[in-house]
């Protein structure tokens, strides 16, 4: 089997990702990179950082916030959170699905929290999280709720809140208000506030909410997804629109859930942009170019940022940017 995605790269990362003390990381090496036979999946959700994480979690399915609570509405967004947090990792690094119970139960939980509307509400009080509904969105899809009505529910409500391009913000932020009027807006009760459509897109937000479409399998193929993905590429490398994640440093710093090249570049890898798109080509060559000597990838490529021994979080990373490239340098995975 040819791995001729390997040439464009400086070092061969696979070698390293066997390295990583957690065997998922190797376990999917082996899967996707190699394509080798590996033991069935539900191997992976019996490895002790899986039940590490499954051991807290409550009986409704979500787990429990530790630490200062200066959220006073909803009564469960702090539950909200923990469970977004725990339910991504275990589905996007694990690869969890609803045979798993703990993630049919924590997707229960999310779904609990769904509006008449359609939205994941109470990240941001009683304001509409339009990003935050979209990547959760993502990972329900991923762990096999495609298909659930509630799903499509939240599908429409998303496209029923873009901006007149097509692209996403998040309302609170269209709205000119100062930090301190959006935090009491976001932190305690307070009418939903629309956004005004007449404001441009934000790409970091639009990245988030164009991941729940990217993950579908019918509706990553709407005119909707493509206008949002042709919006999100073209302001590759660019500050954003907002004063929240402006700068452009953000596009490159891989941190948690928050956008960036490679969360865009899974994105139009999954809505079948090639890489002989332009934007597509400059994001590739860019990860290509920054590779380091010892194979992985930096979390932070902000130029003060200090570059510290491996974290398990640079595996994942690698494993991911390995999948990207593999995909669009062969067509495979």
Same mark, same amino acid.
């Given at each position: 089997?040819?791995?001729?995605?390997?040439?464009?790269?400086?070092?061969?990362?696979?070698?390293?990702?066997?390295?990583?003390?957690?065997?998922?990381?190797?376990?999917?090496?082996?899967?996707?990179?190699?394509?080798?036979?590996?033991?069935?999946?539900?191997?992976?959700? #019996?490895?002790?950082?899986?039940?590490?994480?499954?051991?807290?979690?409550?009986?409704?399915?979500?787990?429990?916030?530790?630490?200062?609570?200066?959220?006073?509405?909803?009564?469960?967004? &702090?539950?909200? =959170?923990?469970?977004?947090?725990?339910?991504?990792?275990?589905?996007?690094? &694990?690869?969890?699905?609803?045979?798993?119970?703990?993630?049919?139960?924590?997707?229960?939980?999310?779904?609990?929290? #769904?509006?008449?509307?359609?939205?994941?509400? +109470?990240?941001?009080?009683?304001?509409?999280?339009?990003?935050?509904? %979209?990547?959760?969105?993502?990972?329900?899809?991923?762990? %096999?709720?495609?298909?659930?009505?509630?799903?499509?529910?939240?599908?429409?409500?998303?496209?029923?809140?873009?901006?007149?391009?097509?692209?996403?913000?998040?309302?609170?932020?269209?709205?000119?208000?100062?930090? #301190?009027?959006?935090?009491?807006?976001?932190?305690?009760?307070?009418?939903?506030?629309?956004?005004?459509?007449?404001?441009?897109?934000?790409?970091?937000?639009?990245?988030?909410?164009?991941?729940?479409?990217?993950?579908?399998?019918?509706?990553?193929?709407?005119?909707?997804?493509?206008?949002?993905?042709?919006?999100?590429?073209?302001?590759?490398?660019?500050?954003?629109?907002?004063?929240?994640?402006?700068?452009?440093?953000?596009? =490159?710093?891989?941190?948690?859930?928050?956008?960036?090249?490679?969360?865009?570049?899974?994105?139009?890898?999954?809505?079948?942009?090639?890489?002989?798109?332009?934007?597509? #080509?400059?994001?590739?060559?860019?990860?290509?170019?920054?590779?380091?000597?010892?194979?992985?990838?930096?979390?932070?490529? +902000?130029?003060?940022?200090?570059?510290?021994?491996?974290? =398990?979080?640079? &595996?994942?990373?690698?494993?991911?940017?390995?999948?990207?490239?593999?995909?669009?340098?062969? +067509?495979?995975?």
């Amino acid at each position: 089997m040819t791995q001729d995605w390997l040439l464009h790269l400086k070092v061969n990362p696979v070698p390293v990702l066997f390295t990583c003390p957690n065997p998922a990381v190797q376990y999917f090496a082996r899967r996707d990179l190699l394509c080798e036979a590996v033991e069935p999946i539900s191997h992976i959700w #019996q490895l002790p950082e899986v039940e590490k994480i499954v051991r807290k979690q409550q009986p409704d399915g979500s787990w429990k916030h530790s630490g200062k609570e200066t959220t006073t509405y909803p009564s469960y967004h &702090y539950q909200l =959170v923990e469970t977004w947090k725990n339910l991504r990792i275990i589905v996007e690094h &694990y690869d969890a699905s609803r045979n798993l119970s703990a993630a049919e139960k924590a997707a229960e939980f999310m779904f609990s929290c #769904q509006t008449s509307q359609g939205d994941i509400r +109470g990240m941001l009080g009683n304001q509409y999280a339009t990003y935050y509904t %979209g990547a959760i969105l993502a990972v329900l899809i991923k762990a %096999g709720y495609a298909d659930d009505p509630r799903v499509a529910k939240s599908l429409d409500w998303l496209l029923s809140m873009r901006q007149n391009d097509g692209g996403w913000s998040i309302p609170v932020l269209t709205r000119g208000l100062t930090q #301190q009027a959006i935090n009491n807006l976001t932190s305690r009760y307070a009418e939903s506030l629309e956004p005004d459509r007449s404001k441009p897109f934000s790409h970091n937000w639009t990245d988030m909410a164009l991941r729940a479409f990217a993950a579908h399998p019918t509706r990553r193929h709407t005119k909707e997804a493509h206008k949002a993905a042709e919006l999100l590429k073209s302001s590759f490398f660019q500050p954003d629109t907002y004063s929240s994640y402006h700068d452009a440093r953000y596009w =490159v710093r891989f941190m948690f859930w928050w956008p960036n090249l490679v969360t865009a570049l899974e994105s139009l890898m999954l809505l079948g942009y090639s890489r002989d798109d332009v934007d597509v #080509q400059k994001g590739l060559v860019w990860l290509i170019g920054n590779q380091m000597p010892d194979g992985l990838w930096r979390l932070d490529y +902000g130029k003060d940022v200090k570059q510290k021994a491996p974290s =398990v979080e640079q &595996y994942w990373l690698a494993l991911k940017i390995a999948k990207i490239l593999k995909h669009f340098y062969e +067509g495979r995975v």
